[in-house]
């Protein structure tokens, strides 16, 4: 069964330092797709970063990167110079070959601090 | 710029009401989603439809029911609502590309069943 698990409920970091929430995934299919979403305190779903397991470069989307390790069935989103407005909950999520069953994980809610 | 719209936005049902949260999307989107969230456990699928004029069965659909109404609209039914279904509900759409599917969400609908 596919399954995303994020172990980090809470993390803090200061303004304009780096930060990396951690994701692991594990199927068994060759062809899925990860990305990551952040939710901000008004509730929405924002799409930040995808990777494609057959891509051969991390993804890169501004201040955010995904650090693909797929020997390590592992996603991390790094977050470089971090903002106050980076203060969110961040969900990683991964889709299968055929889609419309995206699962996601539990979620680790982020806290900058000035 | 509307995207992904959904009504209401809170709702407050007694044990044994019923009410339907309406979704509708602009994006010309093949494929819509019905996720509930809550806490420590992220978002999970309740039903989706591929296509207009099919649905399927997600992860948690027990107690739910949804109609496709046409490419556009997507809606999900409570006929009895229950305290467990106390959650947040995101109605949400995409275009499936291979793996990469983004997911473009509602803002979202708040229901407390007391």
């Known amino acids: 069964a596919q399954k995303i698990t994020q172990t980090q409920p809470g993390m803090f970091v200061q303004e304009k330092e780096a930060v990396t929430l951690d994701c692991t995934y594990d199927t068994s299919d060759p062809s899925y797709g990860l990305f990551w979403y952040k939710q901000p305190s008004s509730g929405e779903m924002i799409f930040l970063i995808y990777?494609?397991?057959?891509?051969?470069q991390n993804a890169t989307e501004g201040r955010y990167s995904l650090n693909f390790q797929k020997a390590r069935k592992s996603a991390n989103l790094v977050i470089s110079a971090s903002q106050l407005g980076d203060s969110a909950m961040y969900f990683c999520a991964m889709s299968l070959t055929g889609g419309f069953k995206t699962i996601f994980g539990a979620g680790t809610r982020l806290f900058v601090k000035a | 710029n509307a995207g992904v719209t959904q009504t209401p936005k809170f709702q407050v049902l007694k044990t044994g009401q019923s009410m339907t949260l309406q979704c509708a999307q602009d994006m010309n989107h093949n494929s819509m989603y019905w996720y509930r969230q809550d806490p420590g456990m992220g978002l999970r699928l309740i039903y989706y439809?591929?296509?207009?004029?099919?649905?399927d069965k997600g992860e948690v659909p027990n107690g739910y029911n949804v109609s496709r109404l046409n490419k556009r609209e997507f809606s999900l039914r409570l006929e009895s609502a229950a305290p467990s279904q106390t959650s947040v509900y995101f109605c949400a759409s995409s275009e499936l590309k291979g793996t990469r599917e983004k997911l473009f969400f509602g803002s979202g609908t708040q229901l407390s069943v007391l």
């Open positions: 990777q494609g397991s057959y891509d051969q």
């Open positions: 439809s591929a296509s207009e004029g099919t649905t």
